[in-house]
């Protein structure tokens, strides 16, 4: 089988975020997928860059895209948010990123998140450890609650969901230095890799959402669970919960909370 190589993804991730580097603060064209779920003409361009990119160079490849869903079969599976942060783009907010991982055997392999405004490549390859612009990363050793700066986010069917978030936002709230909300799941994630934050969970994701920064936060030392403590976070419904070692199981007994 012709693998890809981490520096490969770090290629097509710097390329796609050079798509979304250009097209910052232009006139997009916002349409709804749902009440406040936007799409912008530049996740297209980025999504249909890297499909087609990837085809070409690996033909034996599925997909699982956020744009144009699942597609494509073989022993490769790249899982690809063209634009994580599209809400943020739309209104001229610099925080977002592109997201890349690929799979095979069974396991995500290799995983790059681009931010190109801050030009910060996080990257990892598994066994390896996990990187940003070549420096090492590591999480915090941050034990107590009270001692911790979280990252969360909110689905897009705030509104209306029974489980928004909101409950568990407002007991962390009380327990720790403070709570952010960034509006880009992949930088959420690999800013714990990189020890920017001490932990992060987030309801309702998706696969591509979470592959490439999970394996980047893994890598960096963290533990990586869905909500209920489980290791497999990608199956649906996706959630997680991602933090060093010893806060991990405090934000859990949180979490479990009735």
Not at 79 to 93: F, Q
Not at 195 to 204: I, N, P
């Amino acid at each position: 089988m012709n693998q890809p190589t981490l520096s490969d993804l770090e290629s097509l991730a710097r390329a796609a975020g050079k798509i979304l580097y250009d097209g910052y603060e232009t006139d997009h064209d916002v349409q709804l997928k749902g009440v406040i779920d936007l799409v912008t003409e530049i996740d297209h361009k980025s999504e249909k860059f890297l499909l087609e990119e990837i085809q070409c160079r690996w033909p034996s490849s599925r997909f699982v895209a956020e744009e144009s869903g699942e597609s494509g079969s073989g022993e490769l599976t790249w899982y690809i948010d063209p634009l994580d942060g599209t809400v943020n783009y739309a209104h001229g907010v610099p925080i977002f990123c592109m997201s890349i991982a690929c799979a095979w055997e069974g396991q995500t392999r290799l995983a790059a998140v681009y931010d190109p405004m801050r030009d910060e490549m996080f990257s990892a390859e598994r066994g390896r450890g996990a990187q940003m612009n070549a420096r090492p990363l590591q999480v915090t050793r941050v034990a107590e609650l009270r001692q911790a700066l979280l990252v969360t986010g909110f689905p897009y069917n705030t509104w209306t969901a029974k489980v928004n978030n909101l409950e568990y936002f407002g007991r962390f709230a009380r327990m720790t230095q403070g709570v952010r909300r960034l509006g880009s799941a992949a930088l959420d994630i690999c800013y714990v890799a990189a020890g920017r934050f001490d932990g992060y969970w987030e309801l309702s994701l998706q696969p591509w959402d979470l592959a490439a920064g999970g394996l980047i936060a893994e890598e960096a030392g963290a533990r990586v669970t869905n909500l209920q403590g489980g290791d497999d976070y990608l199956s649906p419904p996706p959630s997680v919960l991602a933090a060093g070692p010893s806060l991990h199981g405090k934000m859990l007994e949180v979490l479990d909370q009735p």
